[in-house]
């Protein structure tokens, strides 16, 4: 039999990718929390993302709405474009040229 370490937290509160876009679909898309699971380790949500023992990825409810909004997990304010990339002058009317899309 296995025991369930007392980290995890109610059952009721895990839910799977598919789950937690159905119940908030005015927030989140499936590419949304795709692109979030997939970058967990970075971004912060490791601990509100656990593995079920078929391998399913279930997700803390709670924990992961305050991190989308910005109540856990990541600093305020976001951090800005990465550097490197050269700001763009203002657009050139007489010539109708501007920078790349």
Do not use: Y
């Not at 967990?40 to 078929?54: E, I, K, W, Y």
Request: aromatic share 6%; proline share 8%.
């Amino acid at each position: 039999m296995l025991a369930v370490p007392s980290s995890l937290p109610p059952t009721t509160e895990l839910v799977t990718k598919a789950q937690l876009v159905a119940r908030h679909p005015h927030l989140l898309s499936v590419n949304r929390v795709t692109w979030a699971l997939r970058c967990r380790a970075v971004n912060g949500l490791t601990a509100a993302v656990f593995v079920s023992a078929c391998g399913e990825l279930l997700i803390h409810e709670p924990s992961f709405l305050a991190w989308f909004f910005g109540l856990s997990g990541r600093a305020k304010p976001r951090a800005g474009r990465r550097t490197g990339r050269r700001l763009q002058g203002p657009m050139d009317i007489e010539n109708n040229r501007g920078g790349p899309c």
